[in-house]
């Protein structure tokens, strides 16, 4: 049940960031935590399906799938956000740089740990960058531009439910660390989309610095 929940929580942070990154023209997820979610997926979705395909594989695909659609969008708006010496090739080379390092951190995990601890230990760490940097998001932001409730509620719900899974009911105290600590990030999240502080300062991702978009 846990494991359901989970799965269905993080198919909705998926389908709706990508849903509101197109509507809002920018990119509705941290970039960095992109990659490595990307990446995580990739990695585990190939890995069970050489190995026997399970539900957890199939779901790993969709998620992927899901993340190539939310890449579009930071691949289509996030050079708006950045500063205008960021070039098109130097914004190309970056953004390979971060997948590229996602798969690295992915398959270094898996060479240390084996892939079923690697697979919990990655998600879980990875999984409070991305905490951080949705408030971190927020903030640079000057408000919910390019967010939304639904992603914050679920991307608590789907990272509570492996917590209990694993840190509670397995009894993984490293792994319970984690998740108390993404936990306080995403309700810190959840009450920042809740009250829209400056809301009505919002003025798109490049707002914090009032920087100049560059020419496509």
Not at 134 to 143: D, K, L, Q, T
Request: glycine content about 10%; proline content about 5%.
């Amino acid at each position: 049940m846990l494991t359901l929940i989970s799965g269905v929580a993080w198919t909705l942070v998926y389908v709706e960031a990508a849903r509101v990154g197109l509507r809002d023209r920018t990119y509705a997820m941290p970039v960095a935590a992109l990659a490595l979610n990307f990446a995580w997926e990739v990695v585990y979705a190939v890995d069970d399906i050489t190995t026997g395909l399970s539900p957890q594989g199939v779901v790993n695909v969709v998620w992927a799938l899901a993340d190539t659609v939310i890449i579009y969008t930071w691949l289509r708006h996030g050079r708006a956000g950045l500063p205008g010496f960021v070039t098109r090739p130097l914004f190309a080379a970056w953004s390979a740089l971060l997948l590229v390092t996602g798969f690295a951190v992915q398959l270094l995990f898996v060479a240390h740990f084996g892939t079923q601890d690697a697979s919990r230990y990655s998600a879980f760490l990875q999984n409070l960058l991305m905490s951080g940097l949705f408030v971190g998001m927020y903030a640079a932001r000057r408000g919910p531009h390019g967010q939304s409730l639904l992603i914050a509620v679920a991307k608590w719900l789907g990272t509570l439910a492996p917590t209990v899974l694993f840190g509670v009911l397995e009894r993984n105290g490293f792994v319970l660390g984690l998740g108390v600590l993404c936990c306080v990030f995403d309700l810190v999240y959840v009450g920042l989309m809740v009250l829209r502080p400056g809301a009505g300062a919002d003025a798109g991702p490049g707002a914090v610095r009032n920087l100049p978009v560059p020419s496509r």
